[in-house]
């Protein structure tokens, strides 16, 4: 059953899907197994990554989380300096501790493959894990899926296999089967399921509540109200966590072969010379929404998007690619919104929630799927609409805020230069929370009535995703992952 807390996932960087994703799958690979008691039997594993895991998996430390799940790690606790380092401690001891209670023979280039030349029809980023007894006789082979923002899926040995380039066969792709009826995505104790922005309109218009309100409704149908509210702030203080510890770091360059500099040391040494911002718990009065503040949310989004370039400890928020906007426009609203607290921030994030909700269930927010308008887009609608919220935005301002910052991402491509999340990711976050917060401002001066509604521009992001080809999806074969290579 979905849960909004499900959208913020405390785990690494750099990526959401390639990172996050595989290290669940290969953890849960395993867990299956000891489970079934055939870990005991079990002499050699093998690692197989199809499709946008294969093609950027270097750079993205998808062979390394894969690895580490095995182990029986996961992204909330695994110790990143051990991620960092796993294929040179496998590779010295010619070791795996299956499960992190069986050890077994490894050899780390043959027992994990990157399979260039083909991939699982049902999404790009696929992968199968295959469990060997001692006399080579395979006693499991799991498919799992990687859909994005860290969510998994499990698939079957069997899935339908096809060329790296080719188009999948109508019908067999995950973004074609989602349901029609809301109430599978929500617990029956729910007291307003809705799976469209109208629906939650409709829904706040009737019960006379924010969307926050009923997202709340919905929550803590299931669990108690201070498990709710303790679960949001945890995810707001590894938020603010991740920001300080990025504006504070010692690392000079990102790691990777491209030598991208961290900017945002030198740039938090020079704006605290005026105002130290992150040194001060209490919030300045200010005018809601001003201009002037831009460099700062530059830097929060900055910081963010280097610890996950450096595979530093980040929230999910909807992937590890787009993770720094929310965080930043939280950070603005704590700041310099003059009526910030913590009971804003839970609202804030429930808002955000809803609409990331609403991407996931009807397009996708994997890069790989539908280009980077599905994680850095969606990242910059769920920031406007958690804004707009806590800025006493109407429910239909809040959605005309999250349309808005949508719109202006259609059609933005996927193209990380050597398939690192660095160029253009990073700068790409601070861009985009920038334009949450003038989304905000355009939805507050209006009525909430607009053209183009939340769910048309969701469709869209959709559609322009299916018709986008492959080059600009994740793979780093096209856009600025090709041209800055040549130039």
Known sequence: MFSILDMFKIGVGPSSSHTVGPMIAASNFVASLDERDLLGRVCR???????????????HGTDRAAVAGLEGDVPATVDT?????IKEECENTGKLNLGGKHKIGFDYGNDVVFERWKMLAAHPNGMRFQAFDKTAKE????????????????????????????????????????????????????????????????????????????????????????????ALLNVW??????VKNGCMSTQKTLPGGLDVPRRAPKIYR??????????????????????????WVDLFALAVNEENAGGGRIVTAPTNGSAGIIPAVLEYYWHF?????????????????????LFKRNASISGAEVGCQGEVGSAASMAAAGLC??????????????????????????????????????ERNAMAANT????????LLGNGRHMVSLDQVIKTMKDTGADMISKYKETSEGGLAVNVVEC
């Open 139 to 230: 006693i499991d082979n799991q498919v799992w899926y990687s859909i994005g923002g860290g969510f998994v899926r499990e698939g079957h040995a069997d899935d339908l296999m096809i060329g790296i380039h080719e188009k999948a066969p109508k019908g067999s792709t995950f973004a074609e089967e989602a349901s029609v009826d809301s109430s599978n995505d929500f617990p029956p104790e729910a007291p307003y399921p809705f799976s469209s922005a109208n629906e939650l309109l409709e829904i706040c218009r009737r019960e006379g509540k924010s969307i926050s309100e009923i997202v709340w409704a919905n929550e803590t149908a299931t669990r108690s109200p201070q498990v709710v509210s303790d």
């Open 237 to 242: 203080h590894h938020m603010d966590d991740c």
């Open 436 to 443: 949450a917060i003038n989304a905000v401002r355009m939805a």
């Open 45 to 59: 594993v093998k690692t197989t990554l199809y499709g946008s895991l294969s093609m950027t998996g270097l750079g």
């Open 81 to 85: 300096d051990h991620l960092l380092n």
């Open 389 to 426: 919220e806590v800025m006493q935005g109407t429910p239909r301002q809040v959605e005309n805020a999250a349309e808005v910052a949508m719109e202006h991402h259609l059609g933005l491509t996927c193209d990380p230069v050597a398939g690192l999340v660095q160029i253009p990711c990073i």
């Open 337 to 357: 919104a003059g009526t910030a607290d913590e009971e804003g921030v839970i609202r804030f994030l429930l808002a955000a929630g809803a609409v990331g909700y």
């Open 270 to 295: 020079e704006l605290s010379g005026n105002a130290d911002i992150l040194s001060r718990n209490a919030r300045r009065p200010a005018a809601a929404l001003e201009t002037s503040e831009c460099t």
